[in-house]
C-alpha cells in the first residue's frame, strides 16, 4: 500500500520505510475510491449474468475492493448498466442514478448498455444509456465476458486515479444538477430538449395550416 501511495521527490529514512508514506491529498482521496467501489445490484437484461459470474469465485471481482454490491443506491457508487435499456426501463435508471452520493460513476457494459445493441432499431430501446447519464466506461461484446468487465473496471479504477479534487464535479461550489427524469409518453421525451420540442412543433404546425388554406378560384375571362 505505501508504494503505491508514496509521491516521488521526498526521501523516506531507510528505517522508517513501509511506515512512513509522503503523499498528496489527491493521491490517498483516489486510492481509497478506487479500492472500495461499491457497485448497485441490478440488472437489465442478458449482460447482468455476465456481471453476476464476474463477482462469482472463479473472477472474484472482491480482489479489486468491489465486492460489496449494494441494493439500495443510496450505497453505492458504481452504477454497472449491464443489459438492454428500453425506453420503460430508462426513467426508473436515471431516477436510481439520481439517488446514488456523489462521487459516483457509470459504466455500460456491453452493446446494448453502450449503443443499442442488436435492438438499436428497436420502437423500445434507448440507443445508449449516454444519452441520459454521463458514462465513465463503456465495455464492447455481446456480452462482454466476466474478463472484459474486470477489464473495464479496473480501467475505472485508473481513472480515478487521475481525478483532482480542485476538478471534480463533486467539490466544486456549485451544487451538482440531478439528471432530468425522461418522461415516458407515445415516445421518451428529455425534459431538457422540451423548448426545441415545442418550437418544432409549432413550426410544423405553422407549415401545415399554410399549405392547407383554401385556394382562391380564378375568374374565367
Ligand atoms: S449486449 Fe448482447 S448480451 Fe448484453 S444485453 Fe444486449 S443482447 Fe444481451
Known sequence: MSEQLNNSGYEIPPELQGQVS??????IYNWGRRSSIWPMMFGLACCAIEMICAATSRYDFARFGME????????????????????????????????????KY????????SGGGPFKEGYNVASGVDEFLPVDVYIPGCPPTPQALLNGLIALQKKIDQESIKSVRWYSKQPDQAVPVPLLGPDLIDPRQVAKIKEYTQQKLAQETQ?????????EA
Open 211 to 219: 399549405t392547407t388554406e383554401p385556394v382562391e378560384p380564378v375568374a
Open 68 to 103: 460489496i454490491m449494494r441494493p439500495s443506491p443510496r450505497q453505492a457508487d458504481l452504477m454497472i448498466v449491464s443489459g438492454t435499456v428500453t425506453k420503460k426501463m430508462l426513467p426508473q435508471i436515471v431516477r436510481l442514478y439520481n439517488q446514488m452520493p456523489e462521487p
Open 106 to 113: 457509470v459504466v455500460a457494459m456491453g452493446a446494448c448498455a
Open 22 to 27: 509522503i503523499t498528496t491529498l489527491d493521491k
